[in-house]
């Protein structure tokens, strides 16, 4: 019988516990030894004896319920008994891998549920071979609140138990929060898994193997009871404390704060009652009933279904009760190092509804007041506390249950009844304006009706300005306005105004009730009601009125009435039910043809399209957000979405740049719409329109231009939202629908160069508006907007508001990237890659009025924290809508950011700024104020904190995250400043657009160009070593007086196309740099194996990012990973090919001659030729050199100073040469940071006359740069201060924006390269700076600024007589290399790169991790391949590896059984591996290792000294300490590779790599075509066997044996890996510990490296680092053998 069917018998039942508190909960042990439980309240659910459910008569119910049972597959745990895990023999513990497979996201709930029947049915087809197994299936849904609707729509004749639903709201939740706004929760139904303790299983039961559940790498969420024993076996119920009763779902939707997710459960084991058509049998009665108890997509969800259903099943209400919901066991997590398993904390929910079977259910925080309650009319004293009552009373069954109450005599009546009623939510306010927009916020934020009740008068009148504004945004709300009785109207009374059709057109439905009387039947009101609600929520939504005028008494005072009027209500008093039901029905298939037949012609122009554009405008809820990813994804054009629509700031769930399957979000439009060439380059033929409103102003502009077009609009409402009067197609459907219907048909995808050009030009105009706010260091607006994302999350909300505020955040608003991975990003990342921000505003009528008080309200009705954003004028409009704020309502925090620049700011950028006086603008339409934000917040009791400064705002946002209160942050603004920052950054943006379409305008691009825009591909890359010889030792080192001769060495890297052009570049490390030429060397060794096949893009020479993201996205290396040197080279070798293949220069690349023609007829006699001095002679001697150089024709001259030890000696060079030369030629010296900073004032004084231009680097610190500035008076230039500046040179170079360093001397092959140089260079400019470009060679490769005079011959060109060798990418080197050892025989595939000559103790052998092949090492061997010969080979089991037994060898076949056979221990790989080696060489290797690799190479680190000499760890372990751990992971990974064979390798990766371990992985470009050289194994089963056998629960630890170790290792691991960070630690620990105490020699022996931004897979993620490291360790590993022979052997 089904577990949760249960006959809970009478005398099965023992009063002794209750449910746990909290505390019993989180803490309570599982031991065998439990004790005796201490006496507690009996559980009331089963012993209430209530109107519902009598204690004795639960047998029988249940006996009799019909209900189909399927008993699901029980486990232990979710929690372990650890004793009875050691008391386990061999065999005796069995661990059930969950195999989970998640699917595309679906469209609505009903597509989800179509795609897991789909996936169950062709399992079904194709079942699992294996005897047992749990499969879940997956899939993302619409993040719409739907649980509780889907729990309340079950039968109460369900057929299928348990069914539950589990709210998520942990903060204080009542039933009233279920009505107030959309709870999102858990629903679920069925049990495919539960778990009970073994102590309370029967002795048969006990006998059986211990079973868990391991849900690794994708956690599934149990739910339950603690201190329930459920008896399966005699269907009862008992209350013990220490018990638990725990079970998997078979389907569930889990709603989280960004998505749902719909999952489905099955599991079987044929040894265990539950056969795999069992479970079929059991879910498919499951889905029968869920798939036809739901709601679909077209209806709109009521609140009023929960009332209903919760009566209709007889729920307990119980508040001692707790549902618990914690992860099912994941083994590999858990730390044995305790003798007892603890409880995890696991969350509770005191709000759920659980029902057992159809008679028996329990609940908490569900029903209150709501259920059982007998509505009597009798009761009340007066006809007008009847009406109120009956209003109010079917308010609540309608589902409007919020009511904003505005204090007044004459609505006493309607005030009293909705603030006594039980289920309705008040909150009041002192002004009816700001009440109304609070109503309006509510509605906005829940989809649902907010009520208004206000007195009569111009408290009436007040609700204007609110409901024009719903109006005009289709917001329902329902107002309630009292009224004087119609014999007071015209008469003079008080308060006493025309209040019929007082809103006129702004509401879709008036009605004036007449005054309370009981000569009419009382259900006129309740039609009247539902009639005005239907009105409210039909399309389109919109206000509406009903006018309720009322009679004295006013109050509670009796007043005879005749209960006559009453008739006909006995039902609806009786029932929870609205009087009037409005039933939509479904449109018949007759109008769906007709529908499909109108679409057609939508249908053909979209299919036919050239140039599309889909443009989001205000998208109103999540569900519509979902459905327009689904529509972008599927027709691939250019989005433009506008700040309402929820995807103007997104979460980027992938830290690489959107592919061509990606969605290709156009976001700063607007701005590249400032530039006439792209306005008149910019055509669509066909818009699709979703929502009605776009905040840009520019976007409306161009779609005007763009007529006549095919202009489609899609929009729910019947209402003309067209002011260019440019649409053709408008389409009257939800979005949803509308998705739906193109999802259908297939729509071609032309990728086009001009769908790449607009990808090019909102990446750069994107680049240059966020260079010019992050080089600006003051706080300003735009930064503001900029900056907003940081403080949202996928729980927050933002509401802006009009003016400048939505302008800002709609133009230069960002996204950002999550640093975090759910489960939820996980689902969407190959999807959509990206995550959405819900946002509103009044964008209605655009008003600045009650703000405030919408972003209060749209706080309540969404359930979320909400970011307000609005201007000091708006704040100020709405300062009564603050005290909203102190009153209790369950809502979160809200965050309201105010911008005060101290008027109206907007004008400022209107034409009128620059047509009117000041004082007229600053009276009449800037209405400058003075008014103390901080005073208006105090005064309110609110948090306040005032910014100036960029940092100061970072801190309040941050800090706002986790106050837990409400507060203001107010940033101090100009309005003047912000004009010119506004004005600045539509210049620079419109610069930015022209010169990017200039740029790839001059490239012959196809149209059927991919979105890449790739220029084609590299054929190959070689590079040449250089040696020219120098007459002089180089500036940038000392002066070595015991050299003669010198020289400069570099590299000159030469690149091919497929087209035969040739790209050249330069490699030439200096002193100066962090690299030398062997680490050049390496990577580019590296490089030449990645950049054969690469493509190069034509958004290269636009620079700005593009090469940085090139480098990731194309190579897959961090940008900041290559040396300097080497990326200057690359770059320039880049743009050198691509204008060869143009036939132009590189700097007719960069900057097209369009551009520059008239720039370089200005400056071209201005640019000045700088002399490079050595001032070491005497000062007579440097004058005359100087002299020369003058004559020459340089007006511009560089001393080299502070190269002796006297600074005034310096000082005298100077005023000698400055005398000798004049004034007119500029002089500047550098220093090189060798002065200290009292030797740089001593220098400065003496030459403070001199008329230096500026001095570079005078001091050895950074700190005293500025002071040095401002004590000397000297002008300075930053030069190796900027050196490493790569990562973040903005905010690196924040602090010297002082206006005493004048200059910034750029060297490109020292900062990475022309971007990073441009970058600078820019910020110089900026900030008025000069920007000298030093090409610090002094080479005749790199000619200009006199450095020539340091060459012995002229080398103008590349000369062949200076090359000393040419290096091409290497060959591999593969074969197969047979091994025999005890009992089999294996073939090992070898990969081999490097010379064998004069290398033979010098070895590198590589080993992979588990799914890796030998073939992932080449490109790191390739890079080492120049001073070590390097091996890597596929471990048994793996790749193309292959083995066999003696018996099956001698018959000459390979049979599954005979591999079944062989035994894959660590000891039998180590020894194949050492034969392995002694094929190999006679003498040692270095081996390295990564995972699994690695605890293998450390094993025979430590067992086979003998021909192992250094070992490199990366990511690898000693294994596991404790007998429990090795003992269960034993168990786990028999799962898996069990798993391996019956769900095949695909399926297997899938889940594999879902897991943390990979977090950082899945970011990476080349993910996925790492995940898909996992697949080449040419045998699973010996790749299960692997898993299993190589196990790391199976292995030795090998602790205690690194105390003993002998062999040099190098330990490596990613900087984000803080499971093997710790690891490797304490391995660390464990070898500088040795039991002689002799700590100085054990550090010697090894060493740790971490690799920065990267995790567990680091050979993969970041191999720069790790090349060097390996090879600095190889270096020192055999200077150790050469100066101790005795270690060589």
């Given amino acids: 019988m089904h577990p949760f069917a249960l006959a809970v018998k009478a005398h099965h039942v023992h009063f002794t516990n209750s449910f746990s508190t909290e505390s019993s909960i989180s803490k309570h042990r599982l031991t065998k030894s439990l004790g005796i439980p201490k006496p507690s309240p009996p559980l009331t659910f089963l012993t209430r004896i209530s109107g519902f459910l009598h204690f004795n008569s639960i047998d029988l119910l249940l006996r009799n319920s019909g209900s189909k049972v399927v008993e699901g597959l029980r486990f232990d745990g979710p929690v372990m008994d650890v004793d009875e895990i050691i008391d386990c023999e061999e065999g005796g513990l069995v661990v059930e891998t969950c195999i989970t497979r998640t699917l595309p996201p679906a469209l609505t709930l009903e597509h989800g549920l179509e795609s897991i029947s789909e996936a169950v049915n062709k399992l079904k087809t194709d079942p699992p071979s294996s005897s047992s197994g749990v499969l879940r299936f997956q899939v993302a849904v619409p993040p719409s609140a739907k649980a509780l609707d889907w729990f309340c729509r079950q039968p109460e004749s369900s057929e299928v138990f348990p069914v539950f639903f589990l709210s998520r709201d942990m903060e204080n939740p009542t039933s009233k929060s279920l009505y107030l706004n959309q709870n999102r929760g858990v629903f679920g139904i069925g049990a495919a898994v539960y778990f009970t303790h073994p102590a309370w299983c029967d002795s048969e039961e006990r006998t059986k193997p211990k079973r868990y559940l391991s849900t690794n790498p994708i956690p599934i969420t149990t739910y339950g009871f603690m201190d329930i024993n459920f008896n399966t076996e005699s269907s009862c119920i008992k209350h013990e404390a220490g018990s638990f009763y725990f079970f998997v779902p078979q389907i569930e939707l889990k709603e989280l704060d960004d998505i749902s997710i719909l999952a489905v459960t099955l599991a079987w084991s044929n040894g265990m009652v539950c056969t795999f058509e069992q479970a079929i049998q059991s879910f498919e009665s499951s889905f029968c009933q869920v798939s036809s108890h739901f709601c679909s997509s077209t209806e709109r969800y009521n609140p009023r279904y929960v009332r209903s259903a919760l009566t209709k099943f007889n729920m307990m209400e119980d508040k001692t009760v707790q549902m618990v919901c914690m992860n099912a066991i994941t083994l590999g997590r858990r730390d044995f190092g305790c003798d007892f398993m603890e409880m995890r904390e696991a969350p509770f929910s005191f709000q759920f509804s659980f029902r057992f079977s159809p008679t028996l259910g329990v609940s908490n925080n569900m029903l209150d007041n709501a259920i059982g309650m007998n509505y009597s009319l009798g009761d009340h004293v007066n006809i007008n506390a009847v009406w109120a009552s009956l209003l109010i009373e079917e308010c609540s069954r309608l589902g409007l249950t919020y009511f904003c109450i505005a204090p007044g005599s004459r609505s006493s009546p309607l005030a009293v009844a909705a603030s006594t009623h039980p289920l309705i939510t008040c909150i009041a306010c002192y002004d009816e304006r700001s009440l109304a927009f609070h109503a309006l916020g509510y509605a906005r934020g829940s989809h649902r009706p907010a009520v208004i009740i206000t007195s009569s008068g111009t408290a009436v009148s007040n609700l204007l300005p609110a409901v024009v504004e719903a109006s005009q945004d289709f917001v329902p709300v329902l107002l309630l306005t009292a009224d004087r009785p119609p014999e007071l109207l015209d008469a003079g009374a008080n308060q006493a105004i025309n209040q019929v059709n007082h809103f006129g057109s702004f509401v879709r439905f008036f009605f004036s009730l007449p005054a309370p009387t009981d000569q009419i039947p009382a259900r006129m009101i309740l039609t009247t009601l539902d009639s005005a609600v239907h009105w409210a929520t039909s399309s389109p939504y919109g206000p509406v009125h009903i006018n309720c005028p009322f009679r004295e008494p006013l109050d509670n005072s009796p007043k005879h ?303 979320k924290h909400v970011l307000c954003v609005v201007g000091d004028i708006s704040f100020l409009h709405d300062t009564n809508g603050l005290a909203i704020l102190k009153q209790r309502m369950k809502r979160k925090p809200i965050l309201m950011l105010v911008i005060n620049n101290h008027g109206g700011a907007i004008f400022s950028l209107l034409p009128i700024a620059d047509r009117t006086e000041p004082r007229i603008l600053d009276q009449y339409f800037y209405t400058t104020h003075n008014i103390s934000i901080q005073n208006l917040c105090l005064a309110h009791g609110l948090n306040h904190v005032q910014v100036k400064t960029k940092v100061e705002l970072e801190e309040a946002l941050s800090m706002s995250q986790h106050l837990g209160t409400d507060r203001v942050i107010e940033v101090e603004s100009c309005i003047d400043a912000n004009a010119t920052f506004h004005s600045m950054l539509r210049k620079f943006a419109r610069q930015s657009a022209d010169h990017t379409l200039n740029v790839l305008s001059q490239f012959s691009v196809p149209d059927t160009i991919s979105c890449s825009l790739s220029i084609c591909k590299i054929c190959r890359m070689e590079y040449s070593l250089y040696r020219i010889q120098l007459c002089a030792p180089p500036t940038s080192s000392y002066i070595d007086h015991n050299r003669s001769r010198f020289c400069r060495e570099g590299f000159i890297l030469s690149l091919y196309l497929e087209d035969g052009s040739v790209g050249y570049g330069e490699v030439a490390p200096l002193e100066i740099h962090k690299e030398n030429l062997l680490d050049a060397e390496e990577q580019l060794r590296f490089l030449l194996h990645f950049m054969t096949g690469a493509k190069i893009s034509y958004f290269l020479p636009l620079l700005k990012g593009s090469f940085s993201s090139w480098i990731w996205s194309t190579l897959g290396i961090p940008a900041c990973e290559i040396f300097p040197s080497v990326r200057c080279g690359l770059e320039m070798a880049i743009l050198n090919a691509i204008a060869v293949k143009h036939g132009s220069s590189v700097l007719n690349i960069l900057y097209p001659l369009t551009e520059i023609d008239e720039e370089i007829s200005k400056r071209s006699t201005s640019i000045k030729i700088c002399a490079l001095i050595d001032s070491n002679k005497s000062p007579v001697e440097v004058a005359s050199i100087a002299t020369t150089l003058v004559e020459e024709g340089f007006t511009a001259i560089k001393l080299k100073v502070a190269r002796r030890a006297d600074p005034i000696k310096d000082a005298e060079v100077i005023q000698e040469v400055r005398k000798k030369v004049g004034h007119r030629i500029e002089l500047r010296v550098d220093a090189n940071r060798n002065w200290t900073y009292q030797e740089a004032l001593e220098f400065g004084f003496l030459v403070k006359d001199c008329d230096l231009q500026y001095i570079e680097e005078p001091v050895q610190s950074e700190e005293d740069i500025i002071k040095y500035c401002e004590e000397s008076g000297l002008p300075v230039a930053l030069d190796e201060t900027i050196d490493k500046f790569q990562k973040d040179p903005l905010n690196m170079l924040e602090k010297y924006a002082h206006p005493g360093i004048v200059a910034i001397v750029i060297k490109p092959s020292v900062i990475g390269g022309f971007e990073n140089a441009g970058l600078i260079a820019r910020w110089a400019q900026r900030h008025g700076k000069m920007a000298v470009v030093s090409a610090a060679f002094e080479s005749g490769l790199a000619q200009g600024l006199g450095t020539y005079q340091w060459l012995k011959e002229d080398n103008l060109q590349i000369n062949n007589d200076v090359i000393c060798k040419t290096s091409m990418e290497e060959q591999v080197l593969r074969y197969q290399l047979n091994v025999n050892s005890k009992d089999f025989c294996s073939f090992i595939k070898v990969q081999e790169i490097g010379q064998r000559i004069d290398i033979q103790d010098n070895i590198l052998l590589f080993l992979h991790g588990f799914l890796g092949t030998g073939e992932e090492w080449i490109p790191i061997m390739k890079a080492i391949s120049g001073s070590a010969r390097c091996i890597s080979i596929d471990l048994p089991g793996h790749g193309g590896s292959k083995m066999q037994n003696h018996v099956a060898k001698a018959m000459q076949e390979i049979t599954t059984k005979a591999t079944q056979e062989i035994t894959l221990s660590i000891d039998v790989i180590a020894d194949v591996l050492y034969k392995l080696i002694e094929q190999i060489t006679p003498g040692k290797v270095t081996l390295v290792g990564y995972s699994m690799g690695a605890r293998i190479a450390l094993y025979m680190a430590l067992r086979f000294s003998d021909k192992i000499k250094g070992t490199v760890i990366i990511s690898g372990s000693p294994g596991l300490r404790d007998n429990i751990a090795r003992k269960i992971r034993r168990a786990e990974d028999d799962s898996r590779a069990c798993s391996l064979v019956t769900h095949g390798l695909q399926v297997f990766l899938d889940t594999w790599y879902t897991g943390e371990l990979w977090e950082s992985l899945r970011s990476h470009p080349h993910f996925n075509r790492i995940v898909a050289s996992r697949l080449l194994h040419e045998d699973v089963q010996s790749l299960s066997k692997a898993l299993s056998d190589l196990s790391v629960g199976r292995q030795p630890p090998l602790w205690e044996d690194l105390k003993l170790c002998s062999t040099p290792l190098l330990i490596v691991v990613g900087e984000k890996d803080k499971k093997f960070k710790s690891i490797a630690e304490k391995m660390c620990y464990e070898l500088s510990h040795d039991e002689k105490g002799s700590d100085d020699l054990r550090n010697q022996i090894y060493e740790m490296v971490e690799i920065p931004n990267c995790g567990h897979a680091v050979h993969l993620e970041n191999p720069l680092p790790v090349i060097r490291a390996v090879r600095q360790f190889l270096t020192r590993v055999n200077q150790n053998s050469t100066s101790n022979p005795e270690s060589n052997g």
């Fill in 561 to 863: 009435w005749m209960s006559s009027c009453l008739k006909g209500l006995d039902i609806w008093t009786s029932s929870i039910e609205p009087f009037t039901k409005y039933i939509q029905v479904q449109h018949s298939h007759a109008c769906k043809s007709y529908t499909y037949g109108q679409m057609a012609e939508v249908l053909e122009l979209v299919q036919g399209v050239n140039k599309g554009l889909l443009l989001v405008g205000a998208v109103h809820n999540e569900d519509e957000i979902w459905a327009v990813l689904h529509l972008a994804r599927h027709i691939r054009w250019p989005v433009v979405a506008d700040i309402l629509s929820g995807l103007r700031l997104r979460k980027l769930l992938a830290s690489f740049l959107e592919t061509e399957q990606n969605i290709l979000f156009l976001d700063h439009l607007d701005h590249a719409l400032l530039s006439e060439s792209v306005k008149d380059w910019i055509q669509f033929d066909v818009i699709i329109q979703i929502g009605s409103r776009i905040t840009s102003k520019r976007i409306s502009q161009m779609i005007e231009e763009c007529f006549p077009c095919t202009y489609i609009l899609v929009d729910n409402h019947p209402c003309r939202h067209d002011p260019s009067h440019s649409v053709t197609h408008r389409i009257q459907s939800t979005i949803v629908q509308f998705v739906d219907f193109l999802l259908k048909v297939q729509v071609p995808h032309r990728s086009s160069k001009w769908c790449s050009f607009l990808r090019a030009l909102d990446m750069m105009v994107a680049s240059e508006i966020s260079f010019q706010i992050c080089a600006d260091y003051s706080l300003t607006e735009p930064h503001v907007a900029h900056e907003l994302s940081r403080a949202l999350t996928s729980n927050s909300a933002l509401f802006v508001g009009n003016s400048m505020a939505v302008r800002d955040v709609d133009m230069y608003g960002r996204n950002w990237t999550t640093c975090t991975h759910t489960v939820a990003d996980i689902m969407l990342n190959s999807e959509f890659q990206h995550q959405w921000i819900r946002v509103a505003g009044n964008r209605g009528a655009s008003g600045i009025d009650g703000l405030l008080s919408t972003a209060i309200g749209f706080a309540v009705g969404c359930n």
